[in-house]
T-cell receptor, first 110, second 115 residues
Framework: DAKTTQPTSMDCAEGRAANLPCNHSTISGNEYVYWYRQIHSQGPQYIIHGLKNNETNEMASLIITEDRKSSTLILPHATLRDTAVYYCIADTGANSKLTFGKGITLSVRP | NAGVMQNPRHLVRRRGQEARLRCSPMKGHSHVYWYRQLPEEGLKFMVYLQKENIIDESGMPKERFSAEFPKEGPSILRIQQVVRGDSAAYFC?????????????FGSGTQLSVL
């Protein structure tokens, strides 16, 4: 599976958009980009995933560059409850395990 | 539709005792995954099961740990003769058949404390 790299942490103001970057320069053609988040002391929560096209759901938008070497998760209006560790994962979807890295800690400030 | 249910939420054991962690997947889900999260560390895959079958146990410690997902009832993660290093949060996730790894639904976890 392609390795992903994310900054260690970032913060944003409540009500503003949070743009979380992820690099996956060695991603292969059949690997999806998944995003999960883990709020403190809770189980991880699926956010969104995509292959080539940009995706949007009720939680977030996923923008994948045309060469697929990087992507950005966008939380359009961050709230304090969005403070969490966000994991970007590249995986074919056919493997038997999803491997979580260190993720990026997003802190939303009032 | 209830989510993934894990119990107990907190489990305290003394060294040498057995710990049994239970996971009921979401209705209709036949795939179960167990992950462990040590304090201040990331999530580590342990085992992937389907009904009555262990598909991938590459993340399971070689000794003292076992998992099952019987035809009826919850999935069980069993830790025999617990040691202090087993203290961690154990998370279970499930997914529906045919979805592969695309979307996992996680439970709230069991926090195991070994005294």
């Amino acid at each position: 599976d392609a390795k992903t790299t994310q900054p260690t942490s970032m913060d944003c103001a409540e009500g503003r958009a949070a743009n979380l970057p992820c690099n996956h320069s060695t991603i292969s053609g059949n690997e999806y980009v998944y995003w999960y988040r883990q709020i403190h002391s809770q189980g991880p929560q699926y956010i969104i995933h995509g292959l080539k096209n940009n995706e949007t759901n009720e939680m977030a938008s996923l923008i994948i560059t045309e060469d697929r070497k990087s992507s950005t998760l966008i939380l359009p209006h961050a709230t304090l409850r969005d403070t969490a560790v966000y994991y970007c994962i590249a995986d074919t979807g056919a493997n038997s395990k999803l491997t979580f890295g260190k993720g990026i800690t997003l802190s939303v400030r009032p | 539709n209830a989510g993934v249910m894990q119990n107990p939420r907190h489990l305290v054991r003394r060294r040498g005792q057995e710990a049994r962690l239970r996971c009921s997947p979401m209705k209709g889900h036949s795939h179960v995954y167990w992950y462990r999260q040590l304090p201040e560390e990331g999530l580590k895959f342990m085992v992937y099961l389907q009904k009555e079958n262990i598909i991938d146990e590459s993340g399971m410690p070689k000794e003292r740990f076992s998992a099952e997902f019987p035809k009826e009832g919850p999935s069980i993660l069993r830790i025999q003769q617990v040691v202090r290093g087993d203290s961690a949060a154990y998370f279970c996730a499930s997914s529906p058949p045919g979805q592969g790894m695309r979307k996992l639904f996680f439970g709230s976890g069991t926090q195991l404390s070994v005294l």
